[in-house]
């Protein structure tokens, strides 16, 4: 890339850096330092602003990234990612999303402990909550790397690397500082820049094509080298019956694992009431539908105006798939148009990147220290006392990702957020439904629950090809592949809830009937939430 591509890139960026650490000031001066304060915001945030910020924390990298890349290079099968991380949100409203907001305060363990032995409860859901969450953040860190990258013309893989350093060391300084009000504002300015970028592009997408969707899905497909198979579903998944039960694997974890990520959870806790919490979901419904209909328009784009050998070219995993397209669409390479096109979508992917990180390590760091650190200590800790220890462990958890995340800068990042999906949905959800629906369901069951699914999952991606024995693997020069599937869900979703269900029915502690009468009242009326 020309040095006009990245210093209007690298400005544009320094300006939403600016304006967010600006934000982020402003609030730290505001605080008040309350547990309420740092963790939800004081709960002050309306339907509409929680809605726009719930979009910002679930419109990742993964999906601007890695979901376009992924349809540009395997036509239907990549649009199977965008088609699942929309239904997974019919999941959280119907499911959980008025539930959850009545029955905690601050995390999930909360939503749990409410009527088991909070002690082992909260040590297993916070356990969870913060794999889950550095799995998550390890996707936004590859982000990163591929697009500087791509700025850099793929020359310095220094420059990659102390990419992930910043965007790791950003993390950590909007969330020490800022806490969620912080947090909030940076995701809804981050869901209003990323959705009017993508109407932009699909509107020139749209343009080149004379609006013609038939004309633009030909061409695509033509460019593709597949012909009409590009259209067809089973060009990644369609192979044998090991690709076929992948795909039902990544099916399963991304419809049901948004329910339990930590970082969209904690989000309904920002708002002073559960209709709130509801109106919240079908607000983000609306912004998150039109935005995955756009990446799809932007995916097949990609496919028949860049071509998905150059997108391959630039990077093997086609997480640079919406820049490249952004230059072309204005102009091409040399051109002023393709610069500053290129540039403004460059910038806003850092500040997708930037913004969900920072929601994810809130949710991390709340789990260590609202969950772990509390149980660990017997003790419940003073609420100034424990918001120290959140501050302290977003550092240890943005040293953990920026590692992780500079080993797997090689994996496409909707592949890499499947695999959070899969744990999430594998330990998270299972105890959160037995939770809050089942009058039965005991404490053995619950940690059960949750290492039951946890420690599989786990296991499984270890064992899978994507840590070995392949060459897109992260250790491609050893072979320990024992399971076949990419992506675990299929086997350690069902394992968590038979797991659970295992454990309450051979449990000898009998269930508490009061509390569980108590829970369901609040769960459904809102009496006595906080």
């Known amino acids: ?310 997108v391959r070219g630039s990077n093997a995993a086609g997480n640079t798939a919406v820049p490249l397209l952004a230059l072309d669409l204005g102009g091409g390479a040399d051109s002023t148009g393709g610069t500053v096109l290129f540039a403004v979508v460059a910038a806003i992917a850092f500040a997708t990147i930037l913004a969900v990180v920072a929601g994810v390590t809130l949710a991390s760091s709340a789990a260590v220290a609202h969950d772990l650190y509390a149980s660990l200590r017997r003790r419940r800790a003073k609420p100034h006392g424990e918001v120290a220890v959140a501050r302290v462990a977003s550092v240890g958890i943005g040293v953990i990702a920026i590692a992780l995340g500079l080993l797997a800068r090689d994996l496409n990042v909707a592949f890499l957020v499947g695999l959070a999906f899969a744990v999430a949905a594998s330990a998270n959800l299972p105890v959160l439904l037995y939770s809050l629906f089942w009058r039965s369901f005991t404490t053995r069951g619950a940690v059960w629950a949750v290492y039951g699914g946890l420690v599989p999952s786990l296991l499984l991606v270890l064992l899978s090809p994507v840590v070995s024995g392949s060459p897109e693997s992260l250790f491609p020069g050893v072979d320990f592949q024992y399971f076949p599937l990419q992506n675990p869900g299929l086997v350690s979703i069902p394992l968590g809830f038979l797991v659970g269900w295992l454990g309450t029915v051979t449990s000898s502690e009998p269930p508490d009937e009061a509390k569980h009468a108590e829970i369901e009242v609040r769960a459904l009326t809102g009496a006595g939430a906080v």
């Open 1 to 310: 890339m020309s040095g006009h591509h990245q210093t209007l890139a690298l400005l544009l960026f320094s300006a939403f850096v600016a304006v967010t650490l600006a934000i982020t000031t402003w609030v730290s001066r505001n605080r008040h330092g309350s547990a309420e304060e740092f963790y939800a915001g004081g709960r002050l945030f309306s339907p509409m602003e929680n809605g726009f910020a719930l979009s910002g924390d679930y419109m990742s990298a993964a999906s601007f990234l890695g979901v376009t890349g992924l349809i540009s290079l395997y036509g239907y099968d990549g649009l199977l990612y965008a088609v699942g991380f929309l239904v997974a949100w019919l999941v959280v409203l119907f499911l959980v999303a008025e539930l959850v907001r009545n029955c905690g305060r601050f995390t999930l363990a909360d939503v749990v402990a409410a009527r088991m032995d909070e002690r082992p409860v909260r040590i297993a859901a916070g356990t969870s909550s913060v794999v889950v969450s550095v799995l998550y953040l390890v996707a936004q860190m590859v982000g990163a790397g591929s697009l500087v990258s791509l700025l850099l013309g793929g020359t310095s893989d220094a420059a990659r690397n102390w990419t992930v350093i910043g965007v790791g060391a950003l993390m950590v300084i909007y969330v020490s500082m800022g806490g969620m009000r912080a947090t909030t504002w940076i995701q809804i300015v981050k869901a209003v820049l990323l959705i009017g970028g993508a109407v932009v592009l699909t509107v020139l997408v749209l343009m080149r094509f004379h609006g013609d969707i038939n004309d633009l899905l030909r061409s695509a497909a033509r460019c593709s080298g597949h012909g009409t198979a590009f259209l067809a579903p089973g060009l990644k998944y369609g192979g044998d019956w090991t690709a076929r039960f992948d795909f039902m694997s990544l099916g399963l974890a991304l419809v049901l694992g948004t329910a339990g990520l930590p970082h969209i959870l904690s989000r309904f806790y920002t708002v002073p009431t559960a209709r709130a919490a509801r109106r919240s979901v079908v607000w983000s419904i609306g912004l998150i539908g039109g935005f995955y209909l756009m990446t799809i328009v932007l995916g097949f784009g990609a496919a028949a105006v860049v071509g998905p050998e150059a």
